[in-house]
């Protein structure tokens, strides 16, 4: 098995970790089972953070943080890292006052107008706050830290 495997199997643990702390947060929150969070993009703590601070970690501690390895997959991150934050954060922002002049122009009709917008509302959770990303960062760390003290090397 190559020494990529560990850091990989760390990585996916973050991922999905994250997300079932996002079906169990955001039920809470809407005091019903919301299973689709499992699946769902933005929120908190941000799994793409996870992710890819659980590899960057992972492989920091088992090639070392010196390594050209480990700066490839801090680069990675870094990048993920900003997207989720700054590309998606404007994609969110965008649906947002998308629905919001669908849901305003649908309120200037009149009754028996045909509806000008049949559309489905864009979804408004895709991108992340610096504090979903902190504690995506957080999370994924201290589970590759984890990792690496519960499974022997």
């Known amino acids: 098995m190559s020494a990529l495997a560990p850091s990989l199997l760390v990585a996916l643990c973050a991922q999905v970790a994250c997300q079932l702390f996002k079906v169990a947060f955001y039920s809470v929150r809407e005091r019903r089972f919301a299973p689709r969070y499992f699946v769902s993009a933005g929120g908190i703590p941000s799994a793409h953070s996870a992710f890819v601070s659980a590899l960057s970690v992972s492989v920091g501690i088992g090639s070392g943080f010196a390594s050209d390895l480990f700066a490839v997959s801090a680069v990675f991150s870094i990048i993920v ?17 998308i629905n919001t002049m669908q849901r ?7 009754p028996g107008d045909t509806p000008r917008n049949e559309r489905a509302p864009l979804n408004e959770m895709v991108g992340h706050s610096l504090p979903e990303i902190a504690v995506g ?17």
């Open 81 to 97: 890292i900003y997207d989720s934050f700054r590309l998606r954060g404007q994609v969110q922002e965008h649906a947002r006052r």
């Open 104 to 110: 305003d122009a649908a309120r200037g009709q009149h």
């Open 137 to 153: 960062v957080a999370a994924g760390s201290v589970l590759a830290l984890l990792a690496t003290v519960l499974i022997p090397g």
